[in-house]
């Protein structure tokens, strides 16, 4: 079998030999203690300028650390104030629609209204969809609900949160295509 180096080397001899160069050599650059009040005062070296300003890379990296933290930080409070402020609105929407909702338990026609990509209906009377269709009512989305209100309230609604505003006719708009807004689907 084949020997390890190590021991090829001793057997050569040249282990011995190199480990006993190698310690008069430490033991040479070993120099015996100073007493405390001997020691002479090493003055600071200064760095240059250019090494100076440059930051090490544990610091350079503290400082990424805390950016991101700082960072992270910002979008939560950004994140809550936008919260707050949503909730803020709900709550001025519902207050303004409290009891200004004029859906009908028994209204029992439904017109059609596209929101969210999709086609929604509200349950009107009759003479409640003629007066969508007029723009004199207007439909605002609250918690889910779909609410029918009087157009001042609806355009007061529109201020305190735009997305509320689901339906509002113009009277006076050119229609699109030759489709009656009050067609019976």
């Not at 001793?10 to 070993?30: D, I, R, T, V």
């Not at 007066?131 to 609250?142: H, T």
């Not at 609900?145 to 509002?168: D, F, G, H």
Request: with cysteine; glycine share 4%; charged share 30%.
């Amino acid at each position: 079998m084949s020997e390890s180096l190590r021991d090829q080397l001793l057997k050569s001899g040249l282990a011995a030999k190199f480990k006993a160069e190698a310690k008069p050599a430490k033991e040479q650059h070993k120099k015996p203690p100073l007493p405390e009040r001997a020691r002479p005062q090493v003055a600071q070296q200064k760095k240059p300028a250019s090494a100076a300003h440059e930051p090490n890379l544990a610091h350079a990296y503290a400082m990424r650390a805390k950016q991101e933290k700082d960072e992270r930080e910002q979008t939560q409070r950004d994140a809550e104030r936008q919260a707050r402020e949503n909730r803020e609105r709900k709550q001025k929407l519902a207050n303004l629609l409290n009891g200004k909702e004029l859906n009908v338990d028994a209204a029992d026609t439904p017109r059609h209204f596209p929101h969210g990509n999709k086609i929604r209906r509200i349950y009107c009377t009759a003479e409640q969809i003629g007066q969508l269709n007029r723009g004199e009512l207007a439909v605002v989305q609250l918690a889910g609900r779909y609410l029918l209100v009087t157009r001042e309230i609806a355009l007061q609604a529109q201020a305190i949160n735009a997305p509320a505003l689901v339906l509002l006719c113009d009277p006076d708009a050119p229609t699109e295509d030759d489709v009656p807004a009050d067609l019976m689907w």
